[in-house]
């Protein structure tokens, strides 16, 4: 059960770290995850890692978004996918 909590903790560290210094949480999370788990396991909590880490941005960073880019660059991004 320490180790949970432990691993938790850490991996809220590498995604604070990983937002305040963007340039990602998997730099931090990675190395960190696979001290607990097997590689495919790390692989797989990365994935939802990154997702939770992303909807969690747009929430507390919503005020910031620039309606025009989204509209210039993320909506044809996404059509050319």
């Known amino acids: 059960m320490d180790n949970v909590i ?3 903790v850490l991996a809220l560290l590498a995604e604070i770290l990983g937002t305040i ?5 998997s730099v931090f999370f990675v190395p960190i995850a696979s001290l607990f788990l ?4 790390v ?5 939802i890692f ?6 969690t941005k747009i929430v507390f ?3 910031g978004f620039d ?3 989204i509209l ?7 059509v050319l996918l």
């Open 50 to 55: 990154h997702v939770s880490s992303n909807i």
């Open 38 to 41: 097997d590689f495919q396991s």
């Open 21 to 25: 210094g963007g340039f990602g949480s």
């Open 43 to 47: 692989l797989g909590i990365t994935a």
């Open 72 to 78: 210039k660059v993320g909506i044809p991004a996404l």
């Open 67 to 69: 309606k025009g880019l």
């Open 61 to 63: 960073f919503k005020h």
């Open 6 to 8: 432990l691993f938790i």
